[in-house]
């Protein structure tokens, strides 16, 4: 039997299928938030082997990035599995079994000018199928102004598959995107503004769930107090399969050599330790 509608409503997963965006509120508990904003400061204070500083040194702020946090981190692990979010997530794709695809760690502190760059999920991933989803929950409030995401409405349904835009000036995986060899995205700042854009004030608890085709990016964190700590999870349902094409970030081998070896032929179902089982919680 599917996921009955538990923690949200028909007219949301609607929203969701039309526009490839949409917001749940007050998912999260304030013991989860409180939990999760100590283990991202904790990882903030200890980066990881694959992390990355996007804003360069001498600049304001502080914008980093970071892979795989659950595999170091047993509240990032506890997050993934057993927070509300698995079941919110077998929810909108109306699946049975659910696997968790990887974390990102994604924090703009205050007077950080660096964006995120317009950019769909799926074109850096190496998987293929029509059951995935990323959902963004953020320990902070987000204003526009703090950096909250925007998304082109409707954009999933393009019918574009677009070459991965390098987040930072001297990120490791710019030459592997380089060789993804996909089509080269129009000019962004004529998209954002040819488009209607999807952007919500969240408060801690909220969360924003997209499609891996929707093309979305967010701004700078230009406020002077307010921090934007921001996790993105990705789940996967049964008809996802591993994708072996180069281009994807999984190639690069600053982030590749921290991980165990994938095991998994191109067209291979997704399993093994770094992708679990993770709804049902406990299946029988």
């Given at each position: 039997?599917?996921?009955?509608?538990?923690?949200?409503?028909?007219?949301?997963?609607?929203?969701?299928?039309?526009?490839?965006?949409?917001?749940?509120?007050?998912?999260?508990?304030?013991?989860?938030?409180?939990?999760?904003?100590?283990?991202?400061?904790?990882?903030?204070?200890?980066?990881?082997?694959?992390?990355?500083?996007?804003?360069?040194?001498?600049?304001?702020?502080?914008?980093?990035?970071?892979?795989?946090?659950?595999?170091?981190?047993?509240?990032?692990?506890?997050?993934?599995?057993?927070?509300?979010?698995?079941?919110?997530?077998?929810?909108?794709?109306?699946?049975?079994?659910?696997?968790?695809?990887?974390?990102?760690?994604?924090?703009?502190?205050?007077?950080?000018?660096?964006?995120?760059?317009?950019?769909?999920?799926?074109?850096?991933w190496p998987i293929r199928g029509q059951q995935i989803i990323s959902i963004w929950a953020g320990f902070d409030p987000v204003t526009e102004e703090a950096g909250a995401v925007q998304?082109?409405?409707?954009?999933?349904?393009?019918?574009?598959?677009?070459?991965?835009?390098?987040?930072?000036?001297?990120?490791?995986?710019?030459?592997?995107?380089?060789?993804?060899?996909?089509?080269?995205?129009?000019?962004?700042?004529?998209?954002?503004?040819?488009?209607?854009?999807?952007?919500?004030?969240?408060?801690?608890g909220d969360v924003v769930l997209h499609h891996p085709l929707t093309l979305h990016y967010s701004p700078g964190n230009q406020t002077v107090s307010g921090r934007r700590r921001g996790l993105a999870l990705r789940y996967i349902g049964e008809d996802v399969t591993y994708d072996d094409r180069?281009?994807?970030?999984?190639?690069?081998?600053?982030?590749?050599?921290?991980?165990?070896?994938?095991?998994?032929?191109?067209?291979?179902?997704?399993?093994?330790?770094?992708?679990?089982?993770?709804?049902?919680?406990?299946?029988?």
């Amino acid at each position: 039997m599917k996921v009955n509608f538990t923690l949200t409503d028909a007219e949301t997963l609607r929203e969701y299928q039309e526009n490839g965006a949409c917001v749940v509120r007050n998912v999260l508990s304030a013991a989860w938030i409180e939990k999760m904003a100590g283990a991202v400061d904790r990882i903030l204070e200890n980066p990881g082997p694959a992390s990355m500083e996007y804003t360069p040194r001498g600049n304001t702020g502080r914008y980093y990035g970071d892979f795989f946090v659950w595999r170091r981190d047993p509240d990032f692990d506890d997050f993934m599995r057993l927070s509300p979010l698995p079941p919110l997530a077998a929810e909108f794709m109306q699946v049975e079994e659910l696997r968790f695809f990887y974390d990102q760690l994604l924090v703009k502190e205050p007077n950080t000018a660096e964006h995120t760059p317009l950019h769909q999920d799926l074109p850096y991933w190496p998987i293929r199928g029509q059951q995935i989803i990323s959902i963004w929950a953020g320990f902070d409030p987000v204003t526009e102004e703090a950096g909250a995401v925007q998304y082109i409405k409707g954009s999933h349904n393009w019918g574009k598959f677009y070459v991965p835009a390098t987040f930072g000036t001297k990120s490791d995986f710019a030459d592997i995107y380089r060789k993804a060899g996909l089509e080269t995205m129009p000019d962004p700042a004529r998209l954002i503004r040819d488009n209607e854009m999807l952007r919500w004030d969240l408060d801690p608890g909220d969360v924003v769930l997209h499609h891996p085709l929707t093309l979305h990016y967010s701004p700078g964190n230009q406020t002077v107090s307010g921090r934007r700590r921001g996790l993105a999870l990705r789940y996967i349902g049964e008809d996802v399969t591993y994708d072996d094409r180069q281009g994807t970030f999984m190639k690069n081998p600053s982030l590749s050599n921290t991980l165990p070896p994938i095991k998994l032929a191109d067209g291979d179902s997704m399993h093994g330790e770094l992708f679990p089982l993770v709804w049902p919680v406990n299946p029988v």
